[in-house]
């Protein structure tokens, strides 16, 4: 069973602080996504990697796709309020539709 | 240029009764998708379907639980005689062809059972 992991489950930082949330899986996946979810809301895709050591930039959010396509990891430079939601790590196999969708991480940033 | 659409927001039922649950995709959207997320869980894959056709569902229950896809009209997710433990989130996906890496998610209808 392909499980995704993420890290930590919560978070809590001040404005204008670093972090980065991990999404580690013993399984490899062949495309991988990040989605950001608020309260009373559908989750709202962020960004899609495919390759193997792929860095994508969005603003202030920097995502890596491990060199061996089992993990992942989003930084976000200088936090604010509006970055405050569930981050989610979904993980997609060639040959099959199923996103496996990790654990979660809970991310409150205070101003 | 209207996003997964999905309807009611919210929905309450009584033990015993019946929750249909409405997903119309993006425009162009073919494939749909169904995932159940309980509180202060991730998200699990149900079921997956292209018009009136069921391609895989091996994660809905096997019992009360049917999803339909019709050649006009939204996609349906009906839960026959629900309980308690059917309270949950459920969101619908969508994505335009079975190769795109990316589903475009509605904003789930939360359905509460009394």
């Known amino acids: 069973t392909q499980l995704l992991e993420q890290s930590p489950q919560f978070l809590s930082i001040q404005e204008g602080e670093n972090l980065t949330v991990y999404c580690n899986s013993s399984?490899?996946?062949?495309?991988l996504q990040w989605y950001r979810q608020e309260p009373g809301e559908g989750p709202v895709l962020l960004v899609t990697v495919v390759t193997g050591g792929e860095v994508k930039k969005l603003k202030r959010l920097t995502f890596q796709f491990g060199d061996a396509r089992k993990d992942s990891s989003l930084h976000i430079t200088a936090a604010q309020p509006g970055d405050t939601g569930l981050y989610l790590c979904a993980g997609g196999s060639t040959g099959t539709y199923k996103y496996i969708f990790g654990t979660g991480t809970r991310l409150k940033v205070l101003a | 240029n209207a996003g997964v659409m999905q309807n009611p927001r919210h929905l309450v039922r009584r033990r015993g009764q019946e929750a249909r649950l409405r997903c119309s995709p993006m425009k162009g959207h073919s494939h749909v998708y169904w995932y159940r997320q309980l509180p202060e869980e991730g998200l699990k894959f149900m079921v997956y379907l292209q018009k009136e056709n069921i391609i895989d569902e091996s994660g809905m229950p096997k019992e009360r639980f049917s999803a339909e896809f019709p050649k006009e009209g939204p996609s349906i997710l009906r839960i026959q005689q629900v309980v308690r433990g059917d309270s949950a989130a459920y969101f619908c996906?969508?994505?335009?062809?079975?190769?795109?890496?990316?589903?475009?998610f509605g904003p789930g209808t939360r359905l509460t059972v009394t």
């Open positions: 996906a969508s994505s335009p062809h079975v190769d795109s890496y990316e589903q475009y």
């Open positions: 399984s490899v996946f062949s495309s």
